[in-house]
């Protein structure tokens, strides 16, 4: 059993007329409970959008509530992010690449494949010819005896939100081949919905994270006060592969 916790949209630095104390309070909320919990997971994941600006200020911050509370999550990259200061304060990397932030984490029980979905200056997501190839290439080198899991800010499907679906991942077709050519492909994991959402995507499971700063409202939940509702608590993902198959519990934050 491989069992891992995944937290999304923290958007630290946005700004509510508190100086973006709001957000940090709420990201803050989450490292601690996953800090708190008396059993252990096999990792943690972060799925984009860490900063609200792409500011290396709002990364310095990042970098510091993740060391603060000892959760050291693998990451990758949102529509909200900016791939110089993010490649260079939270993975010490070069401030002047602005290539695609992708990265393979092989762990005791299974591979994590951060994708990087942004696209500089845009709102929505797509993969773009090198990261498929680097992604293709990672997992036939990644050992078939262990789920894989493909991981992204995007999702590629309509969510069916009323916000998000027109900047969701597009080209979607060229992912689909891609993680239809392996086989230990367990489950696609994203964020950028801002809603906990479960569906289906080549044939895998496809699991969109919710938002931590704010959480969006389905069409028949009302427009009152916008799509978007600030006042719900944050919540986290858990999941577990067994046995081949992948199962998710979604958990409110107190």
Avoid at 137 to 145: D, I, T, V
């Amino acid at each position: 059993m491989f069992a891992f916790a995944q937290f999304s949209d923290i958007h630290l630095g946005q700004d509510r007329g508190d100086g973006g104390a709001r957000a940090r309070e709420r990201a803050e909320r989450v490292l601690a409970c996953l800090a708190g919990l008396p059993g252990q997971l096999d990792a943690v994941l972060l799925t984009g959008d860490i900063a609200d600006h792409g500011e290396e200020a709002e990364y310095t911050l990042a970098a510091k509530l993740f060391a603060d509370h000892g959760v050291l999550p693998l990451i990758c990259p949102g529509n909200h992010d900016a791939r110089g200061p993010y490649r260079s304060v939270l993975l010490n990397g070069d401030a002047a690449d602005v290539s695609p932030v992708n990265q393979v984490h092989q762990l005791l029980g299974a591979t994590f494949l951060m994708c990087d979905s942004s696209v500089p200056g845009k709102g929505h997501g797509y993969l773009d010819d090198a990261t498929l190839t680097w992604l293709d290439q990672a997992l036939a080198g990644a050992p078939a005896n262990k789920p894989a899991f493909v991981c992204f800010h995007h999702p590629p499907v309509a969510l069916h939100g009323q916000y998000v679906d027109p900047i969701r991942q597009f080209g979607e077709e060229r992912l689909a081949e891609v993680v239809g050519r392996h086989g230990h492909v367990a489950g696609l994991l994203c964020g950028h919905s801002h809603t906990p959402a479960v569906t289906s995507f080549a044939g895998l499971p496809l699991v969109a994270a919710p938002g931590v700063v704010s959480t969006l409202k389905m069409p028949w939940e009302g427009e009152e006060g916008g799509p978007i509702d600030y006042g719900l608590p944050p919540m986290i993902a858990f999941h577990i592969h067994d046995e081949g198959r992948l199962t998710t519990h979604f958990r409110v934050v107190p």
